[in-house]
T-cell receptor, first 114, second 115 residues
Protein backbone atom coordinates (compact mmCIF):
# COMPACT_ATOMS: atom_id res chain seq x y z
CA UNK A 1 0.00 0.00 0.00
CA UNK A 2 1.15 3.49 -0.72
CA UNK A 3 1.85 5.91 2.11
CA UNK A 4 3.36 9.30 2.78
CA UNK A 5 5.50 10.42 5.71
CA UNK A 6 6.11 14.06 6.45
CA UNK A 7 9.04 14.63 8.80
CA UNK A 8 8.37 17.39 11.28
CA UNK A 9 4.86 18.41 12.25
CA UNK A 10 6.04 21.98 12.90
CA UNK A 11 8.74 23.95 11.14
CA UNK A 12 9.73 27.51 12.04
CA UNK A 13 11.88 29.77 9.88
CA UNK A 14 12.84 33.40 9.77
CA UNK A 15 11.53 35.64 7.04
CA UNK A 16 13.96 35.43 4.13
CA UNK A 17 15.36 32.03 5.15
CA UNK A 18 15.21 28.81 3.17
CA UNK A 19 12.07 26.73 3.58
CA UNK A 20 12.53 22.94 3.49
CA UNK A 21 9.56 20.65 4.16
CA UNK A 22 10.30 16.95 3.98
CA UNK A 23 8.17 14.23 2.40
CA UNK A 24 8.98 10.57 1.87
CA UNK A 25 6.70 8.14 0.13
CA UNK A 26 6.35 4.42 -0.26
CA UNK A 27 4.97 3.06 -3.47
CA UNK A 28 5.26 -0.16 -5.41
CA UNK A 29 4.69 1.63 -8.70
CA UNK A 30 5.88 4.98 -10.07
CA UNK A 31 3.91 7.46 -8.03
CA UNK A 32 2.16 10.68 -8.73
CA UNK A 33 3.00 13.13 -5.95
CA UNK A 34 1.46 16.40 -4.85
CA UNK A 35 2.00 19.22 -2.40
CA UNK A 36 -1.02 21.11 -1.11
CA UNK A 37 -1.20 24.21 1.11
CA UNK A 38 -3.93 25.03 3.61
CA UNK A 39 -4.31 28.56 4.92
CA UNK A 40 -6.26 29.07 8.15
CA UNK A 41 -9.96 28.29 7.88
CA UNK A 42 -9.69 27.41 4.22
CA UNK A 43 -9.64 24.31 2.08
CA UNK A 44 -6.54 22.92 0.40
CA UNK A 45 -4.94 24.41 -2.70
CA UNK A 46 -2.57 22.61 -5.04
CA UNK A 47 1.00 23.97 -4.91
CA UNK A 48 2.61 21.59 -7.40
CA UNK A 49 2.51 18.06 -8.76
CA UNK A 50 4.90 15.42 -10.06
CA UNK A 51 3.56 13.14 -12.78
CA UNK A 52 6.69 11.39 -14.07
CA UNK A 53 7.90 14.19 -16.30
CA UNK A 54 10.66 16.54 -15.04
CA UNK A 55 12.02 15.57 -11.63
CA UNK A 56 12.28 19.21 -10.52
CA UNK A 57 8.80 20.62 -10.34
CA UNK A 58 8.01 24.30 -9.97
CA UNK A 59 4.82 25.42 -8.37
CA UNK A 60 3.02 28.56 -7.34
CA UNK A 61 4.31 31.22 -4.94
CA UNK A 62 7.98 30.36 -5.61
CA UNK A 63 7.83 26.80 -4.27
CA UNK A 64 9.49 23.85 -5.95
CA UNK A 65 10.01 20.18 -5.20
CA UNK A 66 12.43 17.56 -6.46
CA UNK A 67 11.47 13.94 -7.02
CA UNK A 68 14.30 11.61 -5.98
CA UNK A 69 13.47 8.01 -6.70
CA UNK A 70 16.62 6.66 -5.01
CA UNK A 71 15.63 8.39 -1.77
CA UNK A 72 11.84 7.98 -2.23
CA UNK A 73 11.56 11.66 -1.40
CA UNK A 74 9.67 14.68 -2.68
CA UNK A 75 10.84 17.55 -0.48
CA UNK A 76 9.32 21.02 -0.87
CA UNK A 77 11.58 24.07 -0.89
CA UNK A 78 11.44 27.81 -1.25
CA UNK A 79 14.62 29.91 -1.29
CA UNK A 80 13.27 32.82 0.75
CA UNK A 81 10.35 32.58 3.16
CA UNK A 82 7.70 35.25 3.30
CA UNK A 83 5.30 35.93 6.14
CA UNK A 84 2.42 34.96 3.86
CA UNK A 85 3.85 31.43 3.54
CA UNK A 86 2.72 30.60 7.07
CA UNK A 87 0.25 27.74 6.58
CA UNK A 88 -0.06 23.98 6.81
CA UNK A 89 1.47 21.95 4.00
CA UNK A 90 0.43 18.47 2.96
CA UNK A 91 2.26 15.98 0.79
CA UNK A 92 0.04 13.47 -1.02
CA UNK A 93 0.44 10.43 -3.26
CA UNK A 94 -2.01 9.05 -5.75
CA UNK A 95 -2.51 5.29 -5.76
CA UNK A 96 -4.62 5.48 -8.88
CA UNK A 97 -2.34 7.64 -10.97
CA UNK A 98 -4.84 10.46 -10.95
CA UNK A 99 -5.75 13.47 -8.92
CA UNK A 100 -8.39 11.58 -7.01
CA UNK A 101 -8.38 9.26 -3.99
CA UNK A 102 -5.22 10.92 -2.75
CA UNK A 103 -3.38 9.62 0.32
CA UNK A 104 -2.23 12.53 2.43
CA UNK A 105 0.59 12.88 4.89
CA UNK A 106 -0.05 14.21 8.39
CA UNK A 107 0.91 17.73 7.44
CA UNK A 108 3.63 20.22 8.43
CA UNK A 109 2.71 23.55 9.93
CA UNK A 110 5.09 26.27 8.78
CA UNK A 111 5.60 29.33 10.96
CA UNK A 112 7.49 32.34 9.61
CA UNK A 113 8.78 34.89 12.08
CA UNK A 114 10.25 38.34 11.45
CA UNK B 1 -17.59 31.52 -9.33
CA UNK B 2 -18.79 29.76 -6.19
CA UNK B 3 -16.65 26.62 -6.69
CA UNK B 4 -17.27 24.06 -3.92
CA UNK B 5 -19.72 25.23 -1.27
CA UNK B 6 -20.07 23.46 2.07
CA UNK B 7 -22.76 24.09 4.64
CA UNK B 8 -22.86 24.53 7.54
CA UNK B 9 -19.46 25.95 8.51
CA UNK B 10 -19.82 24.84 12.12
CA UNK B 11 -22.05 22.28 13.82
CA UNK B 12 -22.36 20.87 17.32
CA UNK B 13 -24.23 17.58 17.79
CA UNK B 14 -25.05 15.39 20.73
CA UNK B 15 -24.13 11.72 20.60
CA UNK B 16 -26.76 9.79 18.68
CA UNK B 17 -28.12 12.72 16.69
CA UNK B 18 -28.18 12.65 12.93
CA UNK B 19 -27.33 15.32 10.42
CA UNK B 20 -26.37 15.94 6.82
CA UNK B 21 -23.35 17.92 5.69
CA UNK B 22 -24.09 19.59 2.40
CA UNK B 23 -21.70 19.94 -0.52
CA UNK B 24 -22.49 21.59 -3.84
CA UNK B 25 -20.29 22.47 -6.80
CA UNK B 26 -21.15 24.60 -9.82
CA UNK B 27 -18.29 23.48 -12.10
CA UNK B 28 -20.05 20.46 -13.62
CA UNK B 29 -17.41 18.19 -12.07
CA UNK B 30 -17.99 14.45 -12.37
CA UNK B 31 -15.82 13.46 -9.41
CA UNK B 32 -16.72 14.44 -5.83
CA UNK B 33 -15.37 13.24 -2.52
CA UNK B 34 -15.47 13.71 1.23
CA UNK B 35 -12.43 13.83 3.49
CA UNK B 36 -12.07 14.23 7.22
CA UNK B 37 -9.13 16.08 8.71
CA UNK B 38 -7.85 15.20 12.16
CA UNK B 39 -4.77 16.59 13.93
CA UNK B 40 -1.64 14.61 13.16
CA UNK B 41 -3.43 12.41 10.64
CA UNK B 42 -3.79 14.57 7.55
CA UNK B 43 -6.87 14.05 5.42
CA UNK B 44 -8.54 10.67 5.07
CA UNK B 45 -11.00 9.75 2.33
CA UNK B 46 -14.50 8.84 3.55
CA UNK B 47 -16.56 8.33 0.37
CA UNK B 48 -16.31 9.37 -3.23
CA UNK B 49 -18.40 9.48 -6.40
CA UNK B 50 -17.32 9.33 -10.04
CA UNK B 51 -20.69 10.52 -11.32
CA UNK B 52 -24.38 10.84 -10.55
CA UNK B 53 -25.75 7.59 -9.18
CA UNK B 54 -22.29 6.12 -8.47
CA UNK B 55 -20.65 6.14 -5.04
CA UNK B 56 -17.93 4.11 -3.37
CA UNK B 57 -16.17 3.82 -0.04
CA UNK B 58 -12.87 5.38 0.83
CA UNK B 59 -10.50 4.66 3.67
CA UNK B 60 -12.80 5.49 6.62
CA UNK B 61 -16.45 5.00 5.53
CA UNK B 62 -17.95 3.57 8.74
CA UNK B 63 -20.65 5.75 10.28
CA UNK B 64 -21.21 7.77 7.11
CA UNK B 65 -23.60 7.48 4.17
CA UNK B 66 -23.59 9.31 0.86
CA UNK B 67 -25.71 9.55 -2.26
CA UNK B 68 -25.28 11.35 -5.57
CA UNK B 69 -28.61 12.07 -7.21
CA UNK B 70 -27.32 15.05 -9.21
CA UNK B 71 -23.95 16.08 -10.62
CA UNK B 72 -23.92 19.19 -8.41
CA UNK B 73 -24.65 17.78 -4.95
CA UNK B 74 -22.92 15.21 -2.76
CA UNK B 75 -24.31 15.22 0.80
CA UNK B 76 -22.67 13.33 3.64
CA UNK B 77 -24.99 11.82 6.25
CA UNK B 78 -24.19 10.91 9.83
CA UNK B 79 -26.99 8.62 11.00
CA UNK B 80 -25.97 8.41 14.66
CA UNK B 81 -23.18 10.79 15.58
CA UNK B 82 -20.35 9.64 17.84
CA UNK B 83 -17.60 11.66 19.56
CA UNK B 84 -15.07 9.93 17.29
CA UNK B 85 -16.67 11.80 14.39
CA UNK B 86 -15.57 15.15 15.79
CA UNK B 87 -13.47 16.48 12.94
CA UNK B 88 -13.21 18.96 10.10
CA UNK B 89 -14.89 17.67 6.96
CA UNK B 90 -13.87 18.71 3.47
CA UNK B 91 -15.67 18.17 0.23
CA UNK B 92 -13.59 18.17 -2.95
CA UNK B 93 -14.36 17.84 -6.65
CA UNK B 94 -12.59 17.53 -9.98
CA UNK B 95 -13.63 17.18 -13.63
CA UNK B 96 -12.55 13.54 -13.84
CA UNK B 97 -10.15 10.94 -12.52
CA UNK B 98 -7.12 11.26 -14.76
CA UNK B 99 -3.92 13.15 -14.11
CA UNK B 100 -4.62 15.32 -17.13
CA UNK B 101 -7.64 16.71 -15.38
CA UNK B 102 -7.41 19.71 -13.13
CA UNK B 103 -6.66 19.06 -9.48
CA UNK B 104 -9.12 18.62 -6.66
CA UNK B 105 -11.03 21.77 -5.74
CA UNK B 106 -11.70 21.88 -2.01
CA UNK B 107 -14.48 23.57 -0.09
CA UNK B 108 -13.71 25.57 3.05
CA UNK B 109 -14.76 22.79 5.39
CA UNK B 110 -17.35 22.03 8.04
CA UNK B 111 -16.13 21.88 11.64
CA UNK B 112 -18.19 19.26 13.49
CA UNK B 113 -18.14 18.68 17.24
CA UNK B 114 -19.97 15.73 18.77
CA UNK B 115 -20.46 15.87 22.55
Amino acid sequence: AQSVTQLGSHVSVSEGALVLLRCNYSSSVPPYLFWYVQYPNQGLQLLLKYTSAATLVKGINGFEAEFKKSETSFHLTKPSAHMSDAAEYFCAVSPSGGYNKLIFGAGTRLAVHP
Amino acid sequence: NAGVTQTPKFQVLKTGQSMTLQCAQDMNHEYMSWYRQDPGMGLRLIHYSVGAGITDQGEVPNGYNVSRSTTEDFPLRLLSAAPSQTSVYFCASSPGTGVSNSPLHFGNGTRLTVT
